[in-house]
T-cell receptor, first 118, second 114 residues
Framework: AQSVAQPEDQVNVAEGNPLTVKCTYSVSGNPYLFWYVQYPNRGLQFLLKYITGDNLVKGSYGFEAEFNKSQTSFHLKKPSALVSDSALYFCAVRDTFRSSGSARQLTFGSGTQLTVLP | ETGVTQTPRHLVMGMTNKKSLKCEQHLGHNAMYWYKQSAKKPLELMFVYNFKEQTENNSVPSRFSPECPNSSHLFLHLHTLQPEDSALYLC?????????????FGSGTQLSVL
């Protein structure tokens, strides 16, 4: 079974400061890891993903995430937060690619509400 | 605009009503999904349709009934719901079979059951 933990319900950061949203995961094989963001009254939007290769992944809006296999973590980071980054962030994991062609489940965390204060 | 459109945006219904949620994707994807989002809980996958065939039903009560008439449209029929069914219902689509597969979500239907 696969699972995702986002240990913080809420993260507050001042504008201009660096931000980190934490995520740890558990899978039986190699993980595919994703971050999605949800702005108010909107659906989730894809931010970035880790499939293989470089442990530091860069995504949309200046966000990046670092894959750490030994710590089974995939924390989301941004060097300088903007008020417009305030949103709900979801981490998600999927097990390694299967070529069966069938749809596979993506397991989501419970979300972290990021508030960037002006 | 993500290419996935959901209607209505908001729905209030009594426990004896029957209503339907609609989803349409304009991305040419071959899989569609219904998720339930409740506050401070992980997204719950309810149903998956792959190539119009239902492939997963994650122990969802029978008062929720999905329908996928073609690869672009997905419905969720609701009847005799309970107040605990109040939540945001999200539709998503993806192109299954690609390593780069990712979900594209609609804006959701905020459902309130009175």
């Amino acid at each position: 079974a696969q699972s995702v933990a986002q240990p913080e319900d809420q993260v507050n950061v001042a504008e201009g400061n660096p931000l980190t949203v934490k995520c740890t995961y558990s899978v039986s094989g190699n993980p595919y890891l994703f971050w999605y963001v949800q702005y108010p009254n909107r659906g989730l939007q894809f931010l970035l993903k880790y499939i293989t290769g470089d442990n530091l992944v860069k995504g949309s809006y200046g966000f990046e995430a670092e894959f750490n296999k030994s710590q089974t973590s995939f924390h989301l980071k941004k060097p300088s937060a903007l008020v417009s980054d305030s949103a709900l962030y979801f981490c998600a994991v999927r097990d390694t690619f299967r070529s069966s062609g069938s749809a596979r489940q993506l397991t989501f965390g419970s979300g972290t509400q990021l508030t960037v204060l002006p | 605009e993500t290419g996935v459109t959901q209607t209505p945006r908001h729905l209030v219904m009594g426990m004896t009503n029957k209503k339907s949620l609609k989803c349409e994707q304009h991305l040419g994807h071959n899989a569609m999904y219904w998720y339930k989002q409740s506050a401070k809980k992980p997204l719950e996958l309810m149903f998956v349709y792959n190539f119009k065939e239902q492939t997963e039903n994650n122990s969802v009560p029978s008062r929720f009934s999905p329908e996928c008439p073609n690869s672009s449209h997905l419905f969720l029929h609701l009847h005799t719901l309970q107040p605990e069914d109040s939540a945001l219902y999200l539709c998503a689509s993806s192109q299954v079979g690609t390593v780069d597969e990712k979900l594209f979500f609609g804006s959701g239907t905020q459902l309130s059951v009175l």
